[in-house]
């Protein structure tokens, strides 16, 4: 289908490459038997049989970078830690995925838990941790119920608890359910939550790995991070340098939803393009024009047609003026208003906005009100200057990556689609029909309700 | 921990019991739960969450009886509790529907149809956003992106996912719900529990139903069905046979991974590898970063999976 663009020059490989989606076919792929059908614990087994500064060195040879959006390489955050003081020290799984367009691990925890519980195990084994926790986001039952299935069956089968298989090595695990707030996927907001406080940023530093929970040294990585250990433990980092580019090492699982042919997860190595990714999904819905995406998330600037070509590596896309970040590729397609989207998207962060900064909170706040009122026909020029003066005030300005993220969709869509504002302005209202844009045939409602968004 | 706490409060039995307001039997039992909760953790604070998601399961909401509860257990005040029950869009402040209907009107599924959705629900069960209806049976609230993009339109009840919604289809649900019906989710358990198991659940306390309904849907499934199809693999081939082929020790069958090849691999010198490199972002020698430098951004932040 689509070997013919692979673009020359770079590592030949195929054009997708599952390891963590490799067992997601299996019957019942959710339980320990399944997994371990499929070669899993391999990589638990080659990590107790080092040092756990092995374990270390081989993660950071891997080049593996956080995929929970920052890309810090993962390794390196663990060599963070200050040596050992004969106290606690805590691996903090992230698994709040909340950041809108991103739907890669809640399915991966729902078809694969126990990829996840042997990454902790590594990880916690390399770092020298004996009591792990993953935060889980509250909205999603039956999840945690396979989390705690898992651990429970990871327990009684000797991978956790005392004395890891035999190795001398103690692991508890706890699976923590949140209670709905997008700003805990922030690592120290996280902390804070996982503390029974509010779920509000900490100022920084002390980084988590000096101060985290409990203020205890702590690891917070990504599901996706800390799933893709196992693997790299057990096959070595050479296999996984092996894919992807020089300095995004590895594979991703790219999440394809919106107005594509075939919406769903694809996991191919980084570098990847939209255009080959497309291609494999069939295509953009009913064959038509691409209109504008985000590689990888509500708060990567958006992308055009202008990009399909970009290489969806962490330097290509900050080249091109965006971030990779959880690969949450929202495609839209022509039919659909950027500024019903943007302003969407803002009424999102003012609602999870924790309140702690001014800039965020008040920032947010006030973008959505300009934002509904160009939205719905009455917004002046002056709106879109203010908006961009507002954001100016956020970016680099607020407590901690909401804010700035909250800044990316007003600032890219303006500077992209600065005329479609317009034509809100001065044609008094939206000129799109949002049935168009829908999954399903329907008849729009006569006046469509301005002000229903962000009544959380 | 606060064991002496706990027992003193519970009181003796001529002793009404002080703050909560809850039945002795309703206290003995509740306070059984919460020591559960807390001995999960290394500091009984961390107990709070789903000690709130415990009082939910008991009371549909977090009651004023619930905070004085978590209070007692906690050995924190009504304030400190209300504080972080109040932050949370989980924790509801008034009398929960026996099933949560949440329609995603996030960007994306809002466009693929979720604003149709919950305008069609909302008309169609007499009801706004966060509003029950007269049988009490569903409350209707709009959430925020649930990360299942790729089956949007999106609907959840009771935080079990119904994917790729009508207006149709979700009205076809709340109206099975209302009749009391058992409903089956798209992905997740065999059908729906009550907003009062599913709390009891998010406080841990398992209900044994995790080996119910499908692993994976369509979508999920979506890349790995075509490289199935075309043969395609990561290098080595799939992850089982690439296992199969290892070392009897459990060694690994490849790579860097042993100490002395770690140490002497060209590789871990070499510009890829986080381990040798000098710093070429601001990422990497601060790792919360920069605030507003794209490249620097904290790992869990909101470019992160949050």
Redesign the interface.
């Given at each position: 289908?689509s070997e013919q663009s692979v673009a020359a020059g770079r590592p030949s490989?195929?054009?997708?490459?599952?390891?963590l989606?490799?067992?997601?076919?299996?019957d019942?792929?959710?339980?320990l038997q399944a997994y371990r059908?499929?070669?899993g614990y391999?990589g638990l087994?080659?990590a107790l049989?080092?040092?756990p500064?092995?374990?270390v060195?081989?993660v950071?040879?891997s080049?593996l970078?956080?995929?929970?959006?920052?890309?810090?390489?993962t390794?390196?955050?663990w060599?963070?830690l200050p040596p050992p003081d004969g106290g606690?020290r805590y691996l903090v799984v992230?698994a709040?995925?909340?950041?809108?367009?991103?739907?890669?691990?809640?399915?991966l925890m729902?078809?694969?838990p126990q990829a996840l519980i042997e990454g902790v195990a590594i990880t916690s084994y390399a770092i020298g941790c004996h009591?792990a926790f993953i935060y889980v986001?509250?909205?999603?039952?039956?999840v945690?119920?396979?989390l705690?299935?898992a651990v429970?069956e990871a327990y009684a089968a000797g991978l956790l608890g005392k004395d890891v298989q035999g190795s001398g090595f103690d692991l508890e695990v706890?699976?923590?359910?949140?209670?709905?707030?997008?700003?805990?996927?922030?690592?120290?907001?996280?902390l804070d939550?996982?503390?029974?406080?509010?779920?509000q940023p900490r100022l920084?530093?002390p980084?988590p790995?000096v101060a985290g929970l409990?203020a205890r040294p702590t690891v917070?990585?990504?599901?996706?991070s800390i799933a893709s250990v196992p693997?790299i433990?057990?096959?070595?980092?050479?296999?996984?340098?092996?894919?992807g580019t020089?300095?995004s090492?590895g594979?991703g699982l790219?999440?394809?939803?919106?107005?594509v042919t075939?919406?769903?997860?694809?996991?191919?190595p980084l570098g990847t393009t939209l255009r080959e990714l497309l291609d494999?999904?069939g295509g953009m819905r009913g064959g038509k024009a691409l209109k504008f995406w985000t590689p990888?998330?509500?708060?990567?600037p958006i992308f055009t047609d202008a990009h399909l070509d970009t290489p969806l590596d962490?330097e290509s896309v900050?080249k091109a003026g965006?971030?990779l970040?959880?690969r949450?590729l929202?495609i839209?397609d022509e039919t659909?208003c950027v500024v019903?989207?943007?302003s969407?998207?803002t009424d999102?962060y003012a609602?999870?906005s924790?309140g702690k900064c001014t800039p965020c909170r008040e920032g947010t706040y006030w973008m959505k009100q300009v934002l509904a009122r160009i939205e719905g026909g009455q917004g002046t020029e002056a709106d879109l200057d203010l908006l961009l003066d507002t954001c100016d005030n956020i970016?680099?300005?607020?407590f901690?990556?909401?804010?700035?993220?909250a800044t990316s969709p007003v600032t890219s869509s303006i500077e992209l689609f600065r005329a479609e504002y317009e034509a809100h302005i001065t044609g008094g209202g939206c000129p799109f029909d949002?049935?168009a844009?829908?999954?399903?045939d329907?008849t729009s409602?006569p006046s469509s309700?301005v002000l229903?968004?962000g009544?959380? | 921990m606060t064991t002496e706490t706990t027992t003193d409060a519970s009181g003796g039995p001529g002793r009404p019991r002080s703050r909560s307001g809850y039945d002795a039997e309703k206290v003995a039992r509740l306070a059984a739960d919460a020591a559960l909760i807390v001995a999960?953790?290394?500091?009984p604070?961390?107990?709070?969450?789903?000690m709130?998601?415990l009082v939910q399961s008991e009371d549909g909401y977090v009651s004023r009886d619930g905070i004085r509860f978590c209070a007692e257990q906690?050995d924190l005040t009504a304030a400190e509790v209300s504080?972080?029950a109040t932050?949370?869009?989980?924790?509801k402040r008034h009398p929960n529907g026996t099933y949560t209907v949440g329609v995603c009107?996030?960007?994306?599924c809002?466009?693929?149809?979720g604003?149709?959705i919950?305008?069609e629900l909302s008309e169609h069960l007499g009801v706004?956003?966060?509003e029950t209806t007269d049988d009490g049976a569903v409350t209707l609230e709009?959430?925020?992106?649930?990360?299942?993009?790729?089956?949007?339109?999106v609907m959840?009840v009771?935080?079990?996912?119904f994917d790729?919604q009508?207006?149709g289809s979700a009205t076809d649900v709340v109206d099975r719900l209302r009749a009391g019906e058992q409903v089956a989710?798209t992905?997740?358990?065999a059908s729906v529990c009550s907003f009062k198991q599913?709390s009891r659940?998010?406080?841990?306390f398992?209900?044994g139903?995790?080996?119910e309904?499908v692993?994976?849907g369509?979508?999920?499934?979506?890349?790995?069905?075509?490289?199935?199809e075309?043969?395609?693999?990561?290098?080595?081939g799939?992850?089982?046979?690439?296992?199969?082929a290892?070392a009897p020790?459990?060694?690994?069958?490849?790579?860097?991974?042993?100490?002395a090849?770690?140490?002497g691999?060209p590789?871990?010198g070499e510009?890829?590898?986080?381990?040798e490199r000098e710093p070429t972002t601001d990422?990497?020698v601060d790792?919360?970063?920069?605030?507003?430098t794209?490249?620097?951004?904290?790992?869990?932040?909101?470019?992160?999976?949050?």
């Open positions: 289908m490989h195929d054009p997708l490459t599952p390891v989606s490799d067992t997601w076919d299996a019942r792929s959710w339980t059908d499929h070669g391999a087994r080659a049989a080092q040092e500064a092995d374990v060195a081989t950071k040879a080049g970078r956080g995929r929970g959006g920052a890309g810090f390489p390794g390196m955050k060599g963070f606690p992230n709040d995925e909340s950041e809108p367009g991103t739907c890669k691990d809640i399915p729902m078809a694969s009591h986001r509250g909205e999603v039952l039956h945690y119920r396979r705690l299935r429970e706890t699976v923590h359910a949140g209670a709905g707030a997008y700003i805990c996927g922030e690592e120290t907001a996280l939550s996982l503390e029974g406080l509010r779920g920084k530093p980084f790995a409990y917070v990585n990504n599901v996706e693997s433990v057990a096959r070595g980092a050479d296999w996984f340098t092996s894919m020089e300095r090492a594979y790219f999440s394809l939803s919106g107005h075939r919406p769903g997860q694809y996991e191919a494999l999904a990888g998330g509500s708060s990567t962490y900050a965006s971030m970040g959880t949450a929202q839209f659909t019903r989207a943007v969407r998207w999102f609602h999870e924790c970016l680099g300005r607020a901690c990556a909401l804010g700035d993220g949002p049935a844009a829908a999954l399903f329907y409602r309700r229903t968004a009544v959380h | 999960r953790y290394p500091q604070r961390s107990a709070l969450l789903p709130l998601h906690l504080a972080v932050f949370y869009t989980q924790y009107t996030n960007t994306l809002a466009i693929m149809g604003d149709e919950f305008d706004g956003h966060d709009r959430v925020e992106c649930n990360a299942a993009c790729d089956y949007a339109p959840m009771n935080w079990e996912f790729n009508t207006p989710p992905r997740g358990a599913m659940v998010l406080a841990g398992t209900d139903r995790a080996d309904g692993g994976a369509e979508p999920t499934l979506a890349g790995l069905r075509l490289a199935r075309n043969g395609w693999t990561a290098p080595g799939p992850t089982d046979t690439a296992e199969g290892q020790d459990g060694g690994p069958s490849t790579g860097t991974t042993g100490p090849d770690a140490q691999e590789e871990a510009e890829q590898s986080s381990a990422a990497d790792p919360g970063g920069k605030p507003g794209p490249e620097a951004k904290p790992d869990a932040s909101k470019g992160t999976d949050a």
